[in-house]
């Protein structure tokens, strides 16, 4: 099955070349890897000149060492608007004769996207294919990371204009650029790093899931299951699931005692909405969910085809994967596969003041519920309302029980401003 990758960027150069160095050292690379930046700087673009620079090069020394340089030698580099130099230099040119045609083709991207007098010339070069391979008769290297490879890693960088940044606007700018006869489109985070079967298993997944619409991953350093030792856990404090059992956290342990705690499975929206959000053990297992997670996510193409992200995320787009996980049901079962795995670091960069954020929380949760259940009972209305409020509540001790104080208050207030939001403005569906 061929895929294609989509990741959503913004002022994340580090965080992103971590990612894509885990991308390209995969058993199974992507068949595309779409960038779609977002960011109002160019450091971004400039990781992403220095790391292929490295890349070829490093591919040159491997081939070089294997004695691979041959008459079928080629170097694809950064592409501009037209070709590499001499892109019709005769097949039996040398090995030396290749190398520098490649060498004068990254020193004419370098001068071109220097020399303009235009601001954004850099960003429409890199609009083209951004991409370095090395091909000889036998094998493949994708971006020169060595062998294990069976299909080149091709990378598109797209620099978008300012109305098309936010996450939600990215991602679909993202699906209007995916290759007609991809079949998975997979997206990440930039802030994630994959283990080196990531792909391979999110792949099988799908093989063996022919009613999958969606699929999700995930995050190892943020599970928190445990086999169990004691046949007896205080249900208050501990969540139970097959042979496993995962401590609760200080406000869930409260919702239980005021037996205000989902009572679905993780990953499955009750019908007063605040689900169980700690995922499941790593079992090896695909189970069904309602919802997918945004840091690690894929869909057939048929649903991306028909379906878009809501327009109604602006910005940080906090609960879009939600969203759009939701709307996917239509299409199929969505699952989440715990061979797929990553992790998940959360860099701060990029991400809301705590008041919006708070104030986010409310009101995205409130559209997306809504979205599942569009005319809850009156006692699912109320009991949302009194998790949400308890939640708030949680939020503001925070202040006095935390050394982050000034992020609980602000936090507080933009969750308070939510709640009070609802009563005069509810979000529109």
Same mark, same amino acid.
């Given at each position: 099955m061929k895929l294609s990758l989509i990741i959503c960027t913004y002022m994340r150069p580090e965080p992103l070349r971590r990612l894509l160095e885990?991308?390209?050292? %995969?058993? %199974?690379?992507?068949?595309?890897?779409?960038?779609?930046?977002?960011?109002?700087?160019?450091?971004?673009?400039?990781?992403?000149?220095?790391? $292929?620079?490295r890349f070829e090069q490093n591919a040159r020394?491997?081939?070089?060492?294997?004695?691979?340089?041959?008459?079928?030698?080629?170097? *694809?580099?950064?592409?501009?608007? &037209?070709?590499?130099?001499n892109p019709n230099a005769p097949s039996n040119a040398s090995s030396s004769e290749a190398c520098l045609q490649a060498k004068a083709g990254?020193?004419?991207f370098i001068d071109n996207s220097n020399s303009s007098s235009n601001p954004n010339a850099r960003s429409e070069a890199l609009e083209d294919r951004l991409s370095s391979s090395i091909s000889s008769s036998n094998e493949t290297y994708p971006l020169g990371l060595g062998k294990g490879f069976d299909s080149t890693s091709i990378i598109s960088y797209h620099k978008v204009p300012p109305e098309h940044r936010g996450l939600t606007k990215q991602r679909n700018y993202g699906i209007e650029r995916v290759q007609e006869d991809m079949?998975?489109?997979?997206?990440?985070?930039?802030?994630?790093?994959? *283990?080196?079967?990531?792909?391979?298993? =999110?792949?099988q997944a799908f093989k063996d899931l022919p009613d999958a619409a969606g699929i999700g991953g995930i995050a $190892?350093?943020?599970? /928190?299951? #445990?086999?169990?030792? #004691? +046949? #007896?856990?205080?249900?208050?404090? !501990?969540?139970?699931?097959?042979?496993?059992?995962?401590?609760?956290?200080? /406000?869930?342990v409260l919702r239980n005692k005021l037996k205000l705690a989902s009572n679905e499975l993780p &990953?499955?929206?009750?019908?007063?909405?605040?689900?169980?959000?700690?995922?499941?053990?790593?079992?090896?297992?695909?189970?069904?969910v309602d919802l997918i997670v945004g840091m690690s996510m894929a869909f057939r193409k048929n649903v991306v085809d028909q379906i878009k992200f809501s327009k109604?995320?602006?910005?940080?787009?906090?609960?879009?994967d939600a969203d759009f996980s939701l709307r996917a049901l239509r299409f199929g079962q969505n699952y989440l596969a715990t061979s797929v795995l990553l992790e998940h670091h959360h860099d701060a960069a990029g991400r809301p003041n705590k008041y919006n954020? &708070? +104030?986010?929380?409310? /009101?995205?949760?409130?559209?997306?519920?809504?979205?599942?259940?569009?005319?809850?009972?009156?006692?699912?209305?109320?009991?949302?309302? %009194?998790? $949400?409020? =308890?939640?708030?509540?949680?939020? !503001?001790?925070?202040?006095?029980?935390?050394? *982050?104080?000034?992020?609980?208050?602000?936090?507080?207030?933009? /969750?308070?401003?939510?709640?009070?939001?609802?009563?005069?403005?509810?979000?529109?569906?």
């Open positions: 885990s991308v390209l050292s %995969q058993t %199974q690379v992507p068949d595309e890897v779409l960038i779609i930046d977002g960011s109002t700087d160019d450091d971004t673009q400039l990781m992403l000149e220095k790391i $292929t620079s020394s491997e081939a070089l060492e294997d004695g691979f340089l041959s008459s079928e030698f080629k170097v *694809q580099s950064l592409e501009l608007s &037209g070709e590499m130099s990254r020193e004419r079949e998975i489109v997979a997206f990440l985070d930039d802030d994630t790093i994959l *283990q080196e079967n990531y792909f391979k298993n =999110l792949i $190892t350093n943020e599970n /928190r299951w #445990q086999l169990k030792t #004691q +046949k #007896q856990y205080d249900k208050n404090n !501990f969540y139970q699931f097959e042979e496993y059992v995962v401590k609760e956290s200080s /406000r869930n &990953g499955v929206m009750p019908k007063y909405s605040h689900g169980r959000t700690f995922s499941y053990p790593i079992t090896g297992k695909n189970y069904p109604y995320f602006e910005g940080y787009g906090l609960y879009e954020y &708070g +104030k986010m929380v409310v /009101r995205n949760g409130w559209y997306v519920w809504r979205l599942k259940y569009p005319d809850p009972s009156l006692k699912n209305n109320f009991k949302w309302y %009194q998790i $949400t409020i =308890l939640l708030t509540t949680i939020r !503001f001790l925070n202040i006095f029980t935390t050394a *982050q104080r000034k992020e609980a208050l602000t936090e507080f207030l933009g /969750r308070a401003a939510g709640i009070i939001s609802l009563w005069f403005n509810k979000p529109k569906l």
